[in-house]
């Protein structure tokens, strides 16, 4: 059993940043793929980012790609999320998730591929 949680979630202005923290315990988070999944009220919930085991591989949406990071530190047991250049389309519920991992480079785009899941930390972008 893993559990995940998030932490990181805030108010934040249109251009600003804000990083978000997952943090593992009862198991190491670098045996999962962990993605970074994102839902509002009314909509399916979306992949942002994701991780392979050993970070051999990374994904990133293509809403995202170029402003957001995914990274591991494993000394910790967390998966960070930078988020840089903040619009107000990415206002949220963010949430982590951990997966069965395959090899170095795999990777899982599809939420309901993950087993473990946090409670979710809101972001919202807005002036």
């Known amino acids: 059993q893993v559990q995940l949680v998030e932490s990181g979630g805030d108010l934040v202005q249109p251009g600003g940043s804000l990083r978000l923290s997952c943090a593992g315990s009862?198991?190491?988070?670098?045996?999962?793929?962990i993605g970074w999944f994102r839902q509002v009220p009314g909509k399916e919930r979306e992949v942002v980012a994701c991780i392979s085991r050993g970070a051999g591989s990374t994904y990133y949406d293509h809403s995202v790609k170029g402003r957001f990071t995914i990274s591991r530190d494993n000394a910790k047991n967390t998966v960070l999320l930078q988020m840089n250049g903040l619009k107000p389309e990415d206002t949220a519920v963010y949430s982590c998730?951990?997966?069965?991992?395959?090899?170095?480079?795999?990777?899982?785009?599809?939420?309901?591929?993950?087993?473990?899941w946090g409670q979710g930390t809101q972001v919202t972008v807005s002036s």
């Open positions: 009862g198991h190491t988070l670098d045996d999962f793929v």
């Open positions: 998730a951990a997966g069965a991992a395959g090899g170095r480079y795999y990777l899982l785009y599809r939420w309901d591929d993950y087993l473990y």
